[in-house]
């Protein structure tokens, strides 16, 4: 059917920096704070830019731009991943340390915001470039490091191969080994057990009290995920293994969909095969829209920032949304779910599970010690159904939405510290 009437598409900013400031004071204003204090807190504390040369395999050098921002210490050290991607912007990255400020005040563990990046495609270097980008980096970003100053982990495109490499580079200048300057290493080399699931496991424990709360039965809900990487995979796995339904998914190459629900270990294999879900055997392929618009419970968008704005959120049927990315919202896109009566779990409170078991790493590596899996999935849980609990009564209290309510309780906590602290000097 053509439509008769053209809609004006949204032109709403994408700068996602921007995007964080308007979330930012519109949890200000719920919380009535006064300019002030607004301003102690708004912007990053530390930002920088570093060039990062690298011998390439063809013998040529070759620029990168990197970046490591730390947006709020207050709580704690800065805490924050480190993504390699085209698409990093200093924006970007300052939007995503904004995020880690309140991602680790609104589950209450003692670390600020941080977050790094270099704008770089992984997928077309080799394995010894980008050793020596990694490593190149961390020296620019060296001085600004640190297991009681900043700690980098895994974000997209960076795994922890490369979170060894950093470890090595740090502890070579330090001259004897310092696990705790960042986390989501390899087990052998202080990582925890659980890690590389807690940010899957997070959003799953989430998607429970979400459930529970509406009342929808997870057992045979319809689920769709876009983006699978880390985060998504998992977390269809984990959905799968509850028994829900994962009907569709996505990644950069391509959609796909089973009306029945898709084979999703089966769909790992093919993934870790071919480098995409695309093809899968027993599943159509569909467009992103199409995605979006399907008939389902919960959608878990697990790509990148933005994905769903102002032009596409009028697609979406499902009953809740679970974000597994970080930012995949815009605040246009937020009204339109609201007015839709669609259930948001924001990115800062849904896939807080990773920083968490981040913090469980540094704890142990501080200590010495290694937990194993069931007590770190046992905290894990605690602490992310804690935070949707604490989350919904402001949620309630205020009568507003959840993305604000979070925003709000986790910006109340920094302000908090803040002024307990007081304004040095
Ligand atoms: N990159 C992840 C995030 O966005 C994890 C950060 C961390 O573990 O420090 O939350």
């Given at each position: 059917m053509v439509p008769n009437t053209v809609e004006t598409p949204s032109v709403e900013t994408k700068n996602p920096y921007q995007l964080a400031m308007q979330n930012f004071e519109k949890a200000a204003d719920v919380l009535e704070l006064d300019e002030d204090t607004r301003t102690m807190i708004r912007n990053p504390e530390r930002v920088l830019m570093v060039n990062v040369p690298v011998r390439m395999d063809n013998g040529h050098i070759q620029s990168f731009t990197g970046y490591r921002v730390q947006h709020n210490t207050a709580r704690g050290p800065a805490k924050g991943g480190i993504r390699f991607h085209p698409g990093v912007t200093l924006e970007e990255v300052m939007a995503l340390a904004t995020w880690m400020t309140w991602k680790c005040a609104v589950v209450n563990i003692p670390y600020g915001g941080g977050k790094g990046g270099v704008a770089c495609n992984p997928k077309e270097m080799s394995t010894g470039e980008i050793e020596r980008l990694t490593r190149r980096y961390t020296s620019a970003i060296l001085p600004i490091?640190?297991?009681?100053i900043d700690i980098p982990a895994p974000d997209v495109y960076t795994n922890s191969q490369i979170m060894a490499w950093i470890m090595d580079t740090y502890s070579m200048t330090r001259g004897h080994l310092v696990p705790?300057?960042?986390?989501?290493?390899p087990l052998c080399m202080g990582g925890s057990v659980g890690r590389n699931e807690a940010t899957a496991r997070g959003v799953f424990n989430t998607i429970e009290c979400a459930c529970q709360h509406l009342k929808i039965r997870l057992k045979g809900a319809k689920v769709v995920v876009q983006g699978f990487g880390n985060a998504g995979a998992i977390s269809a796995h984990l959905l799968d293994s509850a028994q829900?339904?994962?009907?569709a998914v996505s990644d950069s190459q391509g959609c796909i969909y089973n009306a029945d629900g898709l084979h999703i270990p089966k769909l790992m294999l093919h993934k870790e095969r071919t480098g995409s879900v695309k093809g899968f055997p027993g599943s159509e392929a569909i467009t992103p829209e199409e995605l979006l618009g399907l008939d389902c419970d919960i959608l878990v968008p697990?790509?990148?920032?933005?994905?769903?704005d102002g032009n596409n959120a009028r697609l979406i049927r499902a009953k809740i949304v679970a974000e597994a990315a970080n930012g995949p919202v815009t605040p246009e896109a937020d009204a339109i779910l609201d007015d839709k009566g669609i259930f948001v779990i924001p990115d800062i409170l849904c896939n807080a599970g990773g920083v968490t078991v981040s913090y469980f790493e540094w704890v142990q590596n501080e200590q010495h010690w290694a937990w194993d899996l069931n007590e770190v999935n046992t905290r894990l849980e605690k602490v992310m159904k804690r935070s949707f609990q604490e989350v919904l009564e402001v949620q309630q209290q205020r009568k507003t939405n959840m993305r604000t309510a979070a925003n709000a309780l986790a910006i109340s906590r920094v302000v908090e510290a803040s002024t307990i602290r007081g304004l040095y000097p």
């Open positions: 490091i640190g297991p009681d705790g300057v960042v986390t989501g290493k829900a339904d994962v009907i697990a790509a990148l920032e933005n994905m769903i």
